[in-house]
């Protein structure tokens, strides 16, 4: 019986990232498969039967005898990273989901359906730029060509990656087979914001996950010597991506409740004495109107061509993806509510699988506190006694549906 700081001190070591501090475990990386090992020696030790899907999803079954799959009730997260990211964001999920079963076999409850713990890969989308690549690719909500043509930054396409994990690329796609084992799927998440600071609560059930998307800019100029070219014969693509990043943030705090942001911006060739010849930037916009996040999208798109075309440069705008705003399946919420005494519903800017599942099966969240309300960085963070009270809701909420 572990507590899930016990299992996450367990993995502290693995993926640290001494350059920027925190976490790096892109998918299929060295640091995630091994955390994908630890995962399955946890649920081998806890006699749950550890099984890889055809698109990299670990499901670890608690088989009922006689009861079969179908319909099952399903718990788990992820554990990928951003770059530099915090110990908590995924694994609190998935080392919960391990305590919650050895809570509930020390409760003694005899389950009237099977119970699996998954593991989604590239939930961050940090290698190949697409977030949820595993739970969209299980509920066909992105196309399988599409997704084993994605690359990483060192050219390595996903069909490539998940066929160095073991995989076959040509079986990766929606599997109905998998869908429809999941009865109700629920996600343990340690809040990504402020909510639970503010509501001084340890733990709440999630409303509804703000519409996101990805989208890259590319802007073109002319390469050339730093040393050699006149400012007045220049056309700079990295002083136009300076106005775009300004632009972006000017666009976003014009309209209530958006939130946009230039995370990765990358210059093309990148030497310190060239003019770059291309910046490609990575934009991502949230709000809770999807229609709102189109129009401010389309704002910056011309704001960026302005700014281009000022340096002489030229722009392009990309979408890598997009989910619209999901709210949780409200009986399943009410459920978790009244199962764990009537705590807090909260909406999150934050992406999840469970938002992607949401639109084949019902599912739901419960978020529990990061009292620094900091995420994507290391300073994310969950007391011990929050860490085992949101196992214990797990548990309580999984009791109620078993
Ligand atoms: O980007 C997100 O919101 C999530 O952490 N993947
Ligand atoms: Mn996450
Ligand atoms: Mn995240
Ligand atoms: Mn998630």
Same mark, same amino acid.
């Given at each position: 019986m572990d507590s899930v700081s016990t299992l996450l001190d367990s993995i502290d070591g693995v993926g640290r990232d001494a350059r920027r501090g925190g976490y790096s475990r892109p998918v299929y990386s060295a640091a995630e498969s091994e955390l994908r090992e630890w995962f399955t020696a946890e649920a081998g030790r806890r006699g749950l039967a550890v099984e890889s899907d055809r698109n990299g999803i670990l499901w670890a079954w608690w088989d009922v005898p006689g009861i079969g799959r179908r319909g099952s009730l399903v718990t788990g997260s992820h554990l990928d990273s951003v770059p530099g990211g915090g110990a908590f964001d995924g694994p609190l999920g998935v080392a919960s989901a391990l305590a919650a079963v050895d809570l509930l076999r020390g409760r003694g409850v005899q389950p009237n359906r099977?119970? *699996? /713990?998954?593991?989604?890969?590239?939930?961050?989308?940090? #290698?190949?730029?697409?977030?949820?690549?595993?739970s969209r690719l299980l509920t066909g909500t992105l196309d399988a060509d599409r997704a084993r043509s994605l690359t990483d930054a060192d050219g390595t396409t996903f069909a490539d990656a998940s066929r160095a994990a073991g995989l076959d690329p040509a079986g990766?796609?929606? &599997?109905?087979?998998a869908l429809g084992n999941i009865g109700d799927f629920i996600e343990l998440h340690v809040e990504q914001g402020r909510g639970l600071i503010d509501l001084d609560s340890a733990v709440a059930v999630g409303s509804f996950v703000l519409g996101h998307g990805r989208w890259r800019l590319s802007v073109r100029g002319q390469?050339?010597?730093?040393?050699?070219?006149?400012?007045?014969?220049? !056309?700079?693509?990295?002083? *136009?991506?300076?106005?775009?990043v300004l632009a972006?943030?000017?666009? !976003? #705090?014009?309209?209530?409740? *958006?939130?946009?942001? /230039?995370?990765?911006?990358?210059?093309?060739?990148?030497?310190?004495?060239?003019?770059?010849?291309? /910046?490609?930037?990575?934009?991502?916009?949230?709000?809770p109107d999807d229609a709102v996040t189109a129009a401010l999208v389309e704002t910056i798109h011309g704001k960026a061509q302005k700014a281009a075309a000022f340096e002489g440069c030229s722009v392009t705008l990309t979408e890598e993806s997009f989910s619209g705003t999901v709210a949780?399946?409200?009986a399943l919420q009410r459920g978790l509510a009244n199962s764990l005494g009537g705590v807090p519903a909260l909406p999150?800017? !934050?992406?999840?699988?469970?938002?992607?599942?949401?639109?084949?099966?019902?599912?739901?969240?419960?978020?529990?506190?990061?009292?620094?309300g900091v995420s994507h960085s290391?300073?994310?963070?969950?007391?011990?006694? &929050? !860490?085992? *009270?949101?196992?214990a809701a797990l548990a309580d909420v999984l009791e109620d549906l078993l």
């Open positions: 099977s119970l *699996a /713990v998954a593991v989604f890969p590239e939930e961050e989308g940090s #290698r190949f730029g697409v977030a949820c690549l595993g990766l796609g929606r &599997d109905d087979e390469g050339n010597h730093a040393g050699t070219t006149l400012m007045a014969d220049r !056309a700079d693509p990295m002083v *136009a991506a300076a106005q775009i972006v943030r000017e666009a !976003a #705090r014009r309209q209530d409740g *958006a939130r946009a942001t /230039v995370g990765r911006l990358t210059p093309v060739p990148g030497g310190t004495n060239v003019i770059a010849s291309r /910046v490609d930037l990575w934009l991502d916009v949230r709000h949780f399946d409200p999150t800017g !934050a992406g999840h699988d469970a938002a992607v599942l949401a639109g084949v099966v019902p599912s739901a969240m419960l978020y529990v506190r990061n009292p620094t290391p300073e994310e963070y969950v007391e011990r006694e &929050d !860490a085992d *009270a949101g196992a």
